[in-house]
């Protein structure tokens, strides 16, 4: 029995090289290349490789922190972050295994990618959970209603706090709650960072990890 971990952006339909030197860069107001202000959150997101360079200016959804409860999405309206959909997420994260499975404790780290229970210096990452199979902003859906600043050990996202979302199938959808049982499993994210001083961040990575039976 096989089992992978993949790292996607969700607009672009594009797998993102977990552990291959890429990943997604965070950009202010424009396009590639913009800083973000130090205390303001990222207005563009991109695919790069570990340098932040853009591997083909592959531009993905951006959902920006506004508040602890909303979030900018591409269309440049701010939602409730539980009025935003699964489709409008910056990344997906998907159990891929070649017979079905159900998984339990799932979670996901910001870290310093050397050790997964460090927090990463010189940037603050708020992380919301999409759980909004629909397309439309109502009715809500049941992920998360607040974000979560998250670093290292001490600020881990338990995704254990949203039953939906513990084990779900293909595309998000849980039609047997905690028990689904499926060969594809996805989880939809909003994430947005914030520097904390001037300078190019590229010592902050994240990790995804859960169990399956």
């Avoid at 229970?117 to 919301?128: E, F, H, K, M």
């Avoid at 709650?177 to 914030?194: C, E, K, M």
């Amino acid at each position: 029995m096989a089992q992978s971990i993949l790292f996607m952006s969700e607009d672009a339909n594009q797998v993102i090289n977990n552990l291959g030197g890429s990943g997604l860069g965070f950009y202010g107001p424009g396009n590639y290349g913009a800083s973000v202000v130090v205390g303001e959150y990222q207005s563009n997101t991109y695919i790069t490789d570990a340098t932040g360079t853009a591997l083909g200016a592959i531009k993905v959804n951006n959902i920006q922190y506004i508040s602890s409860a909303s979030g900018q999405v591409p269309t440049n309206d701010t939602r409730a972050l539980t009025a935003i959909p699964n489709y409008l997420a910056t990344l997906q994260t998907r159990l891929q295994s070649d017979t079905p499975v159900r998984c339990q404790n799932p979670r996901l780290i910001i870290y310093d990618r050397n050790d997964i229970t460090q927090n990463p210096s010189g940037v603050l990452a708020q992380v919301a959970l999409l759980v909004h199979p629909g397309l439309n902003a109502s009715p809500p859906g049941s992920g998360s209603t607040t974000w979560q600043q998250v670093g290292g050990s001490g600020s881990i996202f338990d995704v254990n706090d949203f039953p939906a979302a513990i084990s779900p199938g293909s595309g998000g959808l849980s039609p047997s709650g905690t028990d689904t049982v499926d060969t594809i499993h996805d989880w939809f994210w909003a994430l947005s960072v914030t520097p904390t001083s001037i300078g190019s961040k590229t010592n902050f990575g994240l990790y995804f990890s859960t169990e399956f039976l």
